[in-house]
C-alpha cells in the first residue's frame, strides 16, 4: 500500500481509538462490515473512497483537498484542535471501555427494562463527544452504581443511574465549544492575517 494510504489508515485507527469505540460500533454508525473495517486497518485492502467517507464521517472527521503549501498550517491546526478537545485521557477512556461493560451487563441483567435503549443511547452519544476530565468522576460514579444495582438486581437503581448519564449526556452536549473557553493557547499557524505587525 502507498504511504499517503498508511497515514489515512493509521489515522482512522487512532481516531477510533480515542473514542474509544469498537470496530463493531464504528461498524454500526458508519454502515461498513466490521471485517473490511478490519481488513482496512490491518492494511490489507485497497481503501475505496465511498468507504474512507463513511468511515470518516461516523468518526466526525472531514476529507478535504487541500493545497500542498497548506499542509504544515492544517496539521498544525488539526494536532492543537486534537489535544485540545478530541483526545481523551488514557484514565477517561479506560472508565469509557468499563461503562460500556457495564451497561452491557446491565441489559443482560435486566432484559426487558424499558429504560434500556436510553442507556445504550446515552453512552453511544457521550462517546462521540470529548469528555472532560472533571467528568471523570461521575463517569467512574455512573459505572460504580450500575455495577451496584446488577448486583443487589435493582431495575429502580438502574433508572436513578440513567437520570444521573442523562445529566452528563446534556452537560457535555451544552458545553462551549474549546474554541470559546479562555485557557486555550494560540495557534501556531493562521489561515487568516491577524498579526498587526
Not at 72 to 81: F, G, L, M, N, V
Amino acid at each position: 500500500m502507498p504511504y499517503a494510504t498508511d497515514e489515512i489508515v493509521k489515522q482512522l485507527r487512532e481516531t477510533r481509538e480515542r473514542k474509544p469505540l469498537s470496530q463493531r460500533e464504528l461498524s454500526q454508525l458508519s454502515g461498513v462490515p466490521q471485517a473490511q473495517i478490519s481488513r482496512i486497518e490491518s492494511n490489507s485492502i485497497d481503501l475505496r473512497l465511498s468507504t474512507l467517507i463513511a468511515i470518516a464521517h461516523a468518526l466526525d472527521l472531514e476529507i478535504a483537498l487541500v493545497p500542498r503549501k497548506a499542509v504544515p498550517a492544517i496539521k498544525s491546526i488539526t494536532r492543537q484542535t486534537m489535544d485540545a478537545a478530541s483526545i481523551q485521557a488514557p484514565e477517561i477512556a479506560r472508565e469509557m471501555r468499563r461503562l460500556r461493560a457495564s451497561i452491557h451487563r446491565t441489559q443482560v441483567a435486566f432484559p426487558s427494562l424499558p429504560q434500556n435503549e436510553d442507556l445504550r443511547s446515552s453512552f453511544m452519544f457521550v462517546q462521540q463527544w470529548p469528555i472532560p476530565a472533571n467528568d471523570f468522576g461521575t463517569l467512574r460514579s455512573i459505572r460504580v452504581a450500575l455495577e451496584r444495582a446488577i448486583g443487589n438486581h435493582s431495575s429502580d437503581d438502574v433508572a436513578d443511574v440513567i437520570n444521573d448519564f442523562r445529566s452528563l449526556r446534556n452537560r457535555i452536549a451544552h458545553a462551549p465549544p474549546a474554541s470559546d473557553r479562555d485557557d486555550q493557547t494560540r495557534p501556531a499557524y493562521s489561515l487568516d492575517e491577524d498579526d498587526d505587525g
